[in-house]
């Protein structure tokens, strides 16, 4: 259970952390933050370590964890080493799959759709995690794998936030079928060019969704300035 409880804050704190409620430099209380959520220290404290793996926390010996927001190029460069790392495990899995991996993948699809359908956004970042590491396991390389695993891990929040840009989610799912269709098929070369469009249509759609935070943090400033003048 704690561990779940941890999960959970760690994604308030991812969407909190990106959408501007906290900016960069400052400080996440522990004794707040456990107020707030009307938790203990210890799930804050886990959550705390998960943030800092995604680079959106720097933690301090004995001063504590202080936001950090990666640049939106520093962002879009780590899609591009994801969209390559996942097309060669797309293309190996096309070649490599098991029968049993097939389907665990199509249930993974499944159970997107399903989400989808529902319109629950975060149950669907879930299923669509299962999906991709599905992948990763079926391209029958463990140093690939591992890699692919890490920088996934790492993208995270920006995998699961770009899938509040309007109509995403369905789109996503849409690219999720097409790289079915490619592995399931054994064409190796397709399935590759598939999923790495996959991965920087993604790149592009949180660079939308930042293009429209800061837009409304613009709005937001200006209405402050209009009330206090």
Avoid: W
């Amino acid at each position: 259970m704690g561990e779940r409880i941890a999960d959970k804050l760690r994604d308030q704190l991812e969407q909190d952390i990106l959408t501007g409620v906290y900016a960069p430099g400052d400080r996440l209380d522990e004794l707040r933050l456990a107020t707030r959520f009307s938790v203990s220290r210890t799930p804050i404290r886990e959550a705390f370590q998960h943030l800092a793996a995604s680079g959106l926390v720097d933690l301090k010996p004995r001063r504590g964890a202080f936001v950090r927001r990666p640049s939106v190029v520093e962002i879009f460069e780590m899609f591009e080493v994801m969209a390559e790392l996942e097309g060669m495990c797309g293309r190996l899995a096309a070649r490599r799959i098991s029968a049993r991996q097939l389907s665990d993948l199509e249930a993974a699809l499944e159970a997107c759709e399903k989400a989808c359908s529902r319109g629950e956004l975060d149950d669907y970042y879930y299923e669509n995690e299962r999906f991709h590491f599905v992948i990763y396991r079926a391209c029958g390389n463990g140093y690939l794998s591992k890699q692919a695993m890490a920088l996934h891990r790492r993208l995270k929040p920006y995998r699961r936030m770009q899938l509040r840009v309007r109509g995403r989610m369905r789109r996503s799912l849409d690219e999720h079928r097409a790289i079915v269709e490619a592995i399931r098929g054994e064409r190796a070369e397709e399935a590759e060019r598939v999923v790495k469009s996959h991965l920087l249509i993604q790149g592009e759609e949180f660079n939308d969704l930042v293009a429209g935070l800061e837009k409304e943090r613009g709005l937001e400033r200006e209405r402050g300035l209009t009330s206090a003048g």
